[in-house]
């Protein structure tokens, strides 16, 4: 304002080349630079930085507002800008709300801007940053120079939170930080000292500015003077909102960083901005959550627009029975292939038909259940197709697992029947009803009848129970009914595998204990081929190529990890390399997703879901260049994807919310546990049909602008690592059943990009004092593999003597340091002793980024 009053008194007096009507200033710039560096010391410094330490302790690191594009590791300031405009109606009841709050305009819309980056962050801490004038003093008014500081602004949500207590909490802020503004903001970064990232500025993210200086309406004799708009090129921050007081209401516009963000995204934000005022100021006492953030219209998107089509798929039969009739039309086909052995669809029906008719005498039939302890072999596939022919329901019991966790399976199933091998059976001794050995057994089964054995099963009896890990301690199991199967069926033969010829290879690699198999295994409905992959082969990527090319498989299903082995292995350069890439399991990285988006050699599918969906919900192709980004995609028919904030309210497009999952795939339930089942299977509010439920999945994501769903990790301490799903309490209570932990915590690390490692955090049960023994590491590794499956066993056990605990009480998982070394050394170290030794040592210091390798190290 005084600047271009000045202007105009300038440009006046000069053109009647009169002299400066302006008086002198009464102090310049370093005189006041002097006075502040003076007044600023001592008890007024450490009072105002006092106020702002007390205001800001224990604040977050970052406002994560999930972004359009991979978040570069240093931020440049490339930016652009979106406009906004709050029309004048709503202008002015927000300046009526402010008045009667006793607020200024100012501190309402921070609120309100606030209140949307609460929502899109998930955050109930939410810092933001804005410029104050700092010419506190009329004398330095007309002055020149650098007066503007910034104030980090801190709003704190709480569930029940309504916009009036926001406001009035953040007028309270406000009026504390404008009496303490006179910290420099580099002082204060100075004094927090807050860990730095060149990819994140300094304890704000976000920038909130309100021009409120009057319109001085300048206008100079002989000239006309317009608006231009400003082409904003530049973003200092990674969001910021400025507006100011138009006659027509607030007017400005959202400058956003270009690396980080679509104008659209700025565009979509800004619209939001304005519904949540328009909300707050219908019901200023509702709680902010319940506040709108979405239109009609983009809730029906969202809901019914993006969602899975109903498709009129076929619910008469089951898949075994759909596996039969492909037998009889190719009866002498490969069905299933392992090394030089392999059955036919009329051999491996045949076989299936002998132990069903054996199953059926031993009381098998519908929702019963039938133990299978089995390496991935032929007979195990014979075995599985048998159960469901009997109509019973499968178990898979991963034969690598400590005995004891083999038996609480067996008996929480409560199957009379388990199907083993002799050498795993005499390994684990189990105890049930009709303990059959399917080698030594086979004379005996190989003279009953051939044929198809009738049962009663319908669409609604379990085909097969899959246990995960529990957060409890106890693993659980997911029941998974026939219609589901035929469901992934139908849902990935219309998809997925559309356009593809009969007659495919396609691996089975997955341990039958993921559900992942059971995709694998569907493709017996078909005609296509299953190539067993040799579990020894499995573990190098190397002879995994080799026998994918042998084995000349078409379709390839993996996770992330093993792809990027295979990747590096050099899969794309092969002469043969599968027509189709199933990667599923866990989240796809940049690093995966990148490469393989620019491959014209093979088709790859980002393919999500848990396995209480029926294997898979969600779906995209890699190749699909219209998402630059690792997506999970679009729902399969028959599949209904909701993210629902936890009023199950469906969150706008961009803001993240929890992923349910509704239809045809959603699993009966938890076997024997009503409880958790109640949990996780919640009544669907989006169906008019009674009784349908949706599938809490606990991950975390949101739906993009074009229709493609984002996954963003999990909601609580579920875990994936190599593809296996481990909920750390699983493992805590384990290590603390153990007489010599106090307490623990175990953690995904992933210090090293690319190895994602269990770390257990440990208290010993007798402290630290100098007469206690220390933790005794090679013990707790004996308790876990006892009671637990090697994948579940930590890398590295760190001694603590207590956990670090966050304000409220909870352990500070943040807070709990990298293990030290990448390795546990059960004994004393003995240095390498021949230079061949040393070489090595050399080798494993660098790949483990340890600074020291022993001969008795355990990687
Ligand atoms: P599971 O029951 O073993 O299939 O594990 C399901 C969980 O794995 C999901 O809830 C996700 O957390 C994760 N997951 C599976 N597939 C994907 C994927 N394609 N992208 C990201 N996460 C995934
Ligand atoms: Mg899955």
């Given at each position: 304002?005084?600047?271009?009053?000045?202007?105009?008194a300038?440009?006046?007096?000069?053109?009647?080349?009169?002299?400066?009507?302006?008086?002198?200033?009464?102090?310049?710039?370093?005189?006041?630079?002097?006075?502040?560096?003076?007044?600023?010391?001592g008890?007024?410094?450490?009072?105002?930085?006092?106020?702002?330490?007390?205001?800001?302790a224990?604040?977050?690191?970052?406002?994560?507002?999930p972004?359009?594009?991979?978040?570069?590791?240093?931020?440049?300031?490339?930016?652009?800008?979106?406009?906004?405009?709050?029309?004048?109606?709503?202008?002015?009841?927000?300046?009526?709300?402010?008045?009667?709050?006793?607020?200024?305009p100012?501190?309402?819309?921070?609120?309100?801007?606030?209140?949307?980056?609460?929502?899109?962050?998930?955050q109930?801490?939410?810092l933001?940053?804005?410029p104050i004038a700092?010419?506190?003093?009329?004398?330095?008014?007309?002055?020149?120079?650098f007066?503007?500081?910034?104030?980090?602004?801190?709003?704190?949500?709480?569930?029940?939170?309504?916009?009036r207590?926001?406001?009035?909490?953040?007028?309270?802020?406000?009026?504390?930080a404008?009496?303490?503004?006179?910290?420099?903001?580099?002082k204060?970064?100075?004094?927090?000292h807050?860990?730095?990232?060149?990819?994140?500025?300094?304890?704000?993210?976000?920038?909130?500015?309100?021009?409120n200086?009057?319109?001085a309406?300048?206008?100079?004799?002989?000239?006309?003077?317009?608006g231009?708009a400003?082409?904003h090129?530049?973003?200092r921050?990674?969001?910021?909102?400025?507006?100011?007081?138009?006659?027509d209401?607030?007017?400005?516009?959202?400058?956003?960083?270009?690396?980080?963000?679509?104008?659209?995204?700025?565009a979509r934000?800004?619209?939001q901005?304005?519904?949540?005022?328009?909300?707050?100021?219908?019901?200023?006492?509702?709680?902010?959550?319940?506040?709108?953030?979405?239109?009609?219209?983009?809730?029906?998107?969202?809901?019914?627009?993006?969602?899975?089509?109903?498709?009129?798929f076929?619910?008469?039969?089951?898949?075994?029975?759909?596996?039969?009739?492909?037998?009889?039309?190719?009866?002498?086909?490969?069905?299933?292939i392992?090394g030089?052995?392999?059955?036919s669809?009329?051999?491996?029906?045949?076989?299936?038909?002998?132990?069903?008719?054996?199953?059926?005498?031993l009381?098998v039939?519908?929702?019963?259940t039938?133990?299978?302890?089995?390496?991935?072999?032929?007979?195990?596939?014979?075995?599985?197709?048998?159960?469901?022919?009997a109509?019973?329901?499968?178990?898979?019991?991963?034969p690598?697992?400590?005995?004891?966790?083999?038996s609480?399976?067996?008996?929480d199933?409560?199957?009379?029947?388990?199907?083993?091998?002799?050498?795993?059976?005499?390994?684990?001794?189990?105890?049930?009803?009709?303990l059959l050995?399917?080698?030594?057994?086979?004379?005996?089964?190989?003279?009953?009848?051939?044929?198809?054995?009738?049962?009663?099963?319908?669409?609604?009896?379990?085909?097969?129970?899959?246990?995960?890990?529990?957060?409890?301690?106890?693993?659980?199991?997911?029941m998974?009914?026939?219609?589901?199967?035929?469901?992934?069926?139908?849902?990935?033969?219309r998809?997925?595998?559309?356009?593809?010829?009969?007659?495919?290879?396609?691996?089975l690699n997955?341990?039958?204990?993921?559900?992942?198999?059971?995709?694998?295994?569907?493709?017996?409905a078909?005609?296509?081929c299953?190539?067993l992959?040799?579990?020894?082969?499995?573990?190098?990527?190397?002879?995994?190529?080799?026998w994918?090319e042998?084995?000349?498989?078409?379709?390839?299903?993996c996770?992330?990890?093993?792809?990027?082995?295979?990747?590096?292995?050099?899969?794309l350069?092969?002469?043969?390399v599968?027509r189709?890439?199933?990667?599923a399991?866990e989240a796809?990285?940049?690093?995966?997703?990148?490469?393989l988006?620019r491959?014209?050699?093979?088709?790859?599918i980002?393919?999500?879901?848990?396995?209480?969906?029926?294997?898979?919900?969600?779906?995209?192709?890699?190749q699909?260049?219209?998402?630059?980004?690792?997506?999970?995609g679009?729902?399969?028919?028959?599949?209904?994807?909701?993210?629902?904030?936890?009023?199950?309210?469906?969150t706008?497009?961009?803001?993240?919310?929890?992923?349910?999952?509704?239809?045809?795939?959603?699993?009966?339930?938890?076997?024997?546990?009503?409880?958790?089942?109640?949990?996780?299977?919640?009544?669907?509010?989006?169906s008019t049909?009674?009784?349908?439920r949706l599938?809490?999945?606990?991950d975390?994501a949101?739906?993009?602008?074009?229709?493609?769903?984002?996954?963003?990790?999990r909601?609580?301490?579920?875990?994936?690592?190599r593809?296996?799903?481990?909920?750390?309490?699983?493992?805590?209570?384990?290590?603390?059943?153990?007489?010599?932990?106090?307490?623990?915590?175990?953690?995904?690390?992933?210090?090293?990009?690319?190895?994602?490692r269990l770390?257990?955090?440990?208290?010993?049960?007798?402290?630290?004092?100098?007469?206690?023994?220390a933790?005794?590491?090679?013990?707790?590794?004996?308790h876990?593999?006892?009671?637990?499956?090697?994948?579940?066993?930590?890398?590295?056990f760190?001694p603590?003597?207590?956990?670090?605990?966050t304000?409220?009480?909870?352990?500070?998982?943040?807070?709990?340091p990298?293990?030290?070394?990448?390795?546990d050394?059960?004994?004393?170290?003995?240095?390498?002793?021949t230079?061949?030794?040393?070489?090595?040592?050399?080798?494993?210091?660098?790949?483990?980024?340890?600074?020291?390798?022993g001969?008795?190290?355990?990687?």
């Open positions: 304002g005084v600047l271009v009053r000045e202007l105009a300038l440009y006046e007096a000069l053109r009647q080349r009169a002299p400066s009507p302006l008086p002198e200033l009464p102090v310049q710039y370093a005189d006041y630079a002097v006075w502040q560096r003076q007044w600023l010391a008890e007024t410094l450490r009072g105002q930085l006092d106020w702002w330490k007390l205001l800001l224990g604040a977050p690191q970052a406002l994560e507002v972004t359009d594009k991979p978040r570069p590791a240093t931020l440049s300031h490339a930016g652009a800008s979106v406009p906004m405009h709050l029309p004048l109606a709503l202008t002015e009841a927000a300046e009526a709300l402010a008045r009667r709050e006793g607020a200024t100012y501190m309402l819309l921070l609120a309100a801007f606030q209140a949307v980056l609460q929502r899109y962050s998930g109930d801490d939410v933001v940053g804005s700092g010419r506190r003093h009329a004398s330095t008014e007309g002055l020149i120079g007066f503007v500081n910034t104030l980090v602004l801190r709003a704190r949500f709480t569930p029940a939170l309504t916009f207590e926001l406001l009035a909490q953040v007028r309270d802020t406000t009026l504390g404008y009496e303490h503004q006179d910290v420099p903001f580099e204060l970064v100075e004094e927090l807050p860990s730095r990232d060149l990819g994140r500025t300094p304890l704000f993210q976000v920038l909130f500015v309100l021009q200086t009057p319109d309406g300048l206008s100079l004799p002989e000239l006309t003077l317009r231009v400003v082409e090129t530049v973003s921050f990674e969001l910021e909102l400025g507006l100011s007081r138009a006659p209401g607030y007017r400005g516009g959202i400058i956003f960083s270009t690396e980080l963000f679509e104008p659209s995204t700025a934000l800004a619209a901005i304005q519904l949540l005022l328009e909300g707050a100021l219908a019901t200023p006492d509702a709680p902010l959550t319940a506040l709108p953030l979405q239109t009609t219209e983009d809730r029906q998107q969202v809901l019914v627009e993006w969602n899975g089509a109903a498709a009129d076929r619910r008469d039969t089951c898949f075994h029975t759909l596996f039969e009739q492909q037998a009889r039309r190719t009866p002498h086909a490969p069905a299933v392992l030089d052995s392999a059955l669809y009329a051999r491996l029906n045949a076989r299936a038909n002998q132990l069903a008719a054996h199953l059926r005498s009381g039939g519908p929702d019963v039938v133990g299978l302890c089995l390496e991935r072999t032929p007979e195990a596939i014979v075995a599985l197709l048998a159960v469901l022919k109509g019973g329901a499968y178990v898979p019991i991963d690598s697992a400590p005995a004891q966790r083999k609480f399976v067996l008996q199933c409560g199957a009379s029947v388990l199907l083993t091998v002799q050498s795993l059976a005499e390994a684990w001794r189990p105890q049930v009803r009709h050995c399917l080698d030594t057994e086979a004379a005996r089964l190989a003279v009953l009848p051939e044929s198809d054995v009738p049962s009663s099963v319908r669409a609604e009896n379990l085909a097969y129970v899959i246990y995960t890990s529990g957060s409890t301690g106890t693993p659980k199991g997911v998974v009914q026939h219609r589901s199967v035929l469901h992934l069926h139908e849902a990935t033969a998809t997925l595998y559309a356009g593809q010829p009969r007659g495919l290879r396609v691996s997955a341990p039958l204990f993921f559900d992942v198999s059971v995709e694998q295994l569907i493709h017996l078909d005609g296509h299953l190539c992959l040799p579990e020894d082969t499995r573990k190098d990527p190397e002879e995994m190529l080799a994918l042998a084995q000349r498989v078409d379709v390839l299903d996770t992330p990890a093993q792809l990027h082995l295979l990747l590096q292995a050099g899969l350069e092969r002469t043969h599968p189709l890439v199933v990667c399991g796809m990285d940049l690093s995966l997703w990148q490469p988006s491959t014209r050699r093979t088709r790859t980002n393919a999500y879901g848990p396995t209480e969906g029926t294997v898979y919900a969600t779906t995209w192709c890699v699909d260049s219209s998402v630059q980004v690792p997506v999970i679009q729902p399969l028919p028959n599949t209904r994807a909701y993210v629902l904030d936890e009023q199950l309210r469906p706008p497009v961009g803001v993240p919310g929890e992923l349910y999952l509704a239809g045809e795939g959603v699993a009966r339930g938890y076997l024997g546990r009503p409880e958790l089942t109640a949990e996780r299977f919640v009544p669907d509010p989006f049909e009674a009784g349908l599938y809490r999945t606990g975390k949101r739906w993009r602008q074009d229709g493609t769903l984002e996954y963003l990790g909601l609580d301490f579920q875990v994936k690592v593809g296996y799903r481990i909920e750390l309490g699983e493992v805590e209570s384990t290590l603390r059943t153990h007489p010599a932990v106090k307490d623990a915590v175990v953690l995904a690390r992933e210090d090293v990009p690319g190895d994602k770390v257990a955090y440990v208290v010993p049960a007798h402290g630290e004092g100098a007469d206690s023994p933790l005794d590491v090679a013990e707790l590794r004996a876990v593999r006892r009671h637990l499956p090697p994948y579940m066993l930590p890398a590295a760190v603590l003597t207590t956990l670090p605990l304000a409220n009480g909870k352990v500070d998982r943040k807070a709990l990298a293990p030290e070394a990448a390795l050394s059960e004994q004393a170290h003995e240095p390498p002793a230079p061949m030794e040393e070489q090595l040592a050399e080798l494993w210091r660098d790949l483990l980024r340890v600074p020291r390798v001969r008795r190290d355990n990687f």
